[in-house]
């Protein structure tokens, strides 16, 4: 009985101690490209199965795209014909980086968010739009990368002010609903 604590004790105190925790999941890394979701996370139903194991993330071709946290590089160049960049960031957790048109680091640099690690390519090869596709593991296995990342500046997307300068045109003046409201003048019960 004694033993068998002591062991059970061991075994906690050991787990402790060598558990290295994964790296954050919160989403506090910075977006490697800004652009628009073009495609998003759908994970297989087995480890071999069709899904889509990262984002695609729309941008134009030669966009740079930036490490979204300290790492280290783990691979710098062709897989199967085409560029691609994997950054350790240590945890258990790394970040991949496909169809590229151009790579910055080699194989052991030390990047820091927002270090140049790349440019954008044209996507999947025969997607219509470019883009950027983003992959994240946790211990060897995909994870949607949106749990990492945190949330994206918008403003520069969408525009919601009137241009300087210029002038409402006839067709944006208010028109009376297309249905009924109760209230609205010319409303009749």
Do not use: E
Not at 24 to 29: E, N
Not at 32 to 52: C, E, M, V
Not at 120 to 149: C, I, Q
Request: glycine residues 14%; aromatic residues 8%.
């Amino acid at each position: 009985m004694v033993l068998r604590r002591l062991a059970l004790a061991i075994s906690v105190l050991a787990a402790v101690v060598l558990w290295q925790a994964p790296a954050s999941a919160s989403g506090v890394w910075q977006w490697p490209i800004k652009g628009p979701i073009l495609r998003g996370y759908d994970p297989p139903a087995s480890p071999y199965g069709s899904g889509h194991r990262g984002i695609d993330i729309g941008a134009p071709v030669g966009t740079p795209v930036v490490a979204p946290a300290t790492g280290k590089v783990t691979f710098a160049g062709k897989v199967g014909g085409h560029l691609f960049v994997t950054i350790d960031h240590g945890g258990g957790v790394s970040s991949t980086y496909s169809w590229l048109t151009s790579i910055s680091v080699h194989k052991g640099a030390v990047v820091a968010a927002g270090d140049i690690v790349a440019h954008s390519g044209g996507g999947h090869p025969g997607d219509v739009k470019p883009s950027l596709h983003m992959g994240v593991k946790l211990n060897g296995a995909y994870v949607d990368p949106l749990d990492y990342l945190g949330p994206i500046d918008i403003s520069g997307f969408i525009r919601l002010a009137p241009l300087i300068g210029a002038q409402p045109s006839a067709a944006a003046a208010p028109r009376p609903p297309p249905f009924p409201i109760w209230g609205y003048p010319g409303w009749f019960p």
